[in-house]
């Protein structure tokens, strides 16, 4: 046994921790296939779950999205979001009066946007003026109804009456028996919105002058 009466006690603390320094790096550093595949697998869990979570609402979002675009082609979209003016147009779609040829577009199935056709350009417009309340209540007339925009579905073919134009001039040929006839004017091609209104009671214009035309059920 050596004789450390002579040591200095701060040598023998620096002999102490070098002695506790080479244990420490005599520890084995090395970790086992095991340990490096728990590791592994800890780590691509919280990532596993990111892609679910990521998945799941990117599934949601395209549900909503699907479910907004079912939605904005009822009737009932175009009041839920412009109360005023719109809900008078629901109002009529949804009435039944036969007095609105609206009426008989709703009962044949044809929705709104079958006649007005959403373009983006127009429903932004149609919005800023909403916001700003910069818009008319009651709306004026849009006046869609040419005979080439009608008869993109009253023509042969496509009419569920099966009627193209000449048959409807045939079919009101001396109408009610005042020798006139309202669809063969000596003023030309009228467009349909002449007398026909979808949103509200039709007018026979022929009446201006000839009123010895019968009024059809309904109109004014």
Not at 11 to 39: C, L, N, Q, R, Y
């Amino acid at each position: 046994m050596e004789d450390n009466k002579n040591v200095e006690p701060s040598e023998f603390i620096e002999e102490e921790v070098t002695e506790v320094k080479e244990e420490v790096t005599e520890v084995p550093t090395e970790t086992s296939a095991e340990e490096v595949d728990e590791g592994a697998a800890i780590k691509k869990k919280p990532r596993k779950k990111l892609w679910i979570i990521l998945g799941v609402i990117v599934a949601v979002i395209i549900a909503l999205a699907a479910a907004f675009m079912v939605w904005h082609e009822q009737p009932s979209f175009c009041n839920a979001i412009c109360h005023s003016p719109m809900d008078t147009y629901v109002a009529q779609y949804t009435s039944g009066n036969d007095k609105y040829l609206l009426t008989a577009h709703a009962e044949a199935g044809e929705a709104c946007l079958n006649c007005h056709e959403p373009k983006m350009s127009e429903q932004i417009s149609e919005g800023i003026a909403w916001i700003t309340g910069d818009y008319d209540d009651p709306m004026k007339a849009s006046r869609i109804g040419t005979k080439a925009f009608c008869f993109t579905c009253h023509n042969d073919g496509n009419a569920s009456d099966g009627m193209d134009y000449d048959a409807i001039i045939a079919a009101t040929e001396n109408y009610g028996n005042s020798g006139r006839n309202p669809h063969s004017s000596h003023l030309g091609v009228l467009d349909c919105y002449t007398c026909h209104s979808v949103h509200s009671t039709s007018t026979l214009y022929c009446r201006t002058c000839h009123t010895n035309i019968p009024l059809p059920a309904n109109w004014k």
